[in-house]
């Protein structure tokens, strides 16, 4: 079975904290890629990053940062020095290779909360 | 500005009534797709649609309908089978990356739904 997990349903920091959300998945395929979005306040998901089951090199881009291992079939993603724009619902998803185009399985979201 | 646009922001239902989201891409996308979003919870895949005149069920299709009849749209009709309509619903479309052949999604600002 295909399935994304986000154990973190909530999370609160203040400002200039840093923080990281957690991804697990599912899989049994060895061909397969993950995605993070952003989903803020106003509703449109936002891309953040695709990354395929090959390339397990970790990436930065400016604050963020994800650390994906498949020997825990984790995803994870760190936002270094947060501010309150930060604050959103940010999603993990996984897509199978080989499966029908569509097929974006997504977890149920982590709520970031950043207090100024 | 490419992007995808979603009309109308906010949509009331009446019972008994069929109403129709529009989404409109013009990004050149083949792919387009229906998710429904309900609190707390990821995006559940209603239909997609791969080309002009062609779409697939996704995991929640009932209650539902799509067309595509042209390359830029794909509206989604919810109809007064639908018993539970109340929800954020999100259209996306997507680029094909090569040589794999899999997608990143790109999604329009959403469309809430409310039963009166």
């Known amino acids: 079975a295909q399935k994304v997990t986000q154990a973190q349903t909530e999370i609160s920091v203040v400002e200039k904290e840093d923080v990281t959300l957690d991804c697990v998945y599912e899989?049994?395929?060895?061909?397969?890629?993950l995605f993070w979005y952003k989903q803020p306040p106003s509703g449109e998901l936002v891309f953040l990053i695709r990354r395929n089951s090959f390339d397990e090199q970790n990436e930065i881009s400016g604050r963020y940062s994800w650390n994906f291992q498949k020997s825990t079939s984790s995803f994870n993603f760190t936002i270094t020095a947060s501010q309150v724009v930060d604050s959103a619902v940010y999603f993990c998803?996984?897509?199978?290779?080989?499966?029908?185009?569509?097929?974006?399985?997504f977890g149920k979201g982590t709520k970031l909360s950043v207090k100024p | 500005d490419g992007g995808i646009t979603q009309s109308p922001k906010y949509l009331f239902r009446k019972e008994g009534q069929n109403v129709t989201l529009s989404c409109e891409q013009n990004?050149?996308?083949?792919?387009m797709y229906w998710y429904r979003q309900d609190p707390g919870q990821g995006l559940r895949l209603i239909y997609y649609s791969q080309i002009v005149n062609d779409f697939q069920k996704g995991d929640i299709a009932e209650g539902y309908s799509v067309s595509r009849e042209k390359k830029e749209s794909f509206p989604l009709t919810v109809t007064s089978a639908q018993k539970n309509p109340t929800a954020f619903y999100l259209c996306?479309?997507?680029?094909?990356?090569?040589?794999?052949?899999?997608?990143?999604?790109?999604f329009g600002p959403g469309t809430r739904l409310l039963v009166l």
């Open positions: 998803a996984l897509r199978f290779y080989g499966g029908s185009q569509g097929n974006l399985i």
């Open positions: 990004l050149n996308h083949d792919a």
């Open positions: 899989t049994r395929d060895t061909t397969y890629y």
């Open positions: 996306a479309s997507s680029i094909t990356h090569l040589p794999d052949r899999t997608e990143t999604q790109y």
